[in-house]
């Protein structure tokens, strides 16, 4: 609010930073895929070819993406805020 955000909006963004940041501690993407390549049989899953590889990269991947997250929900804010007319 001191930065120039009407006080529902700070309020709707201490509530969305929350959740991002809870969501992405609760679970993890790459880790919801089991290391079988048998599991995903292409007639099923024709796009999942090597999920199965993505549990040894859990961690990474989930790093990233949390910081791709993060950015554009970043950017996105920045965007709003210079619509208020009060953005440097």
């Known amino acids: 609010v001191d930065a ?3 006080a529902a909006q700070a309020t709707s963004i201490g509530a969305l930073m929350r ?3 809870m969501g992405s501690a609760l679970g993890s993407f790459a880790g919801g895929f089991v290391d079988d390549a ?8 024709p796009h ?3 999920a199965h590889l993505l ?3 859990q961690e990474k991947i989930d790093e990233r993406a949390f910081e791709t997250g993060l950015s554009a929900l970043l950017d996105g804010l920045a965007l709003q805020y210079e619509g208020l007319g009060r953005g440097a």
């Open 48 to 50: 999942l070819g090597q």
């Open 4 to 6: 120039g955000w009407p």
């Open 55 to 57: 549990a040894e990269q």
């Open 38 to 45: 048998a599991a995903y049989d292409p007639a099923d899953y």
């Open 19 to 21: 959740y991002f940041i």
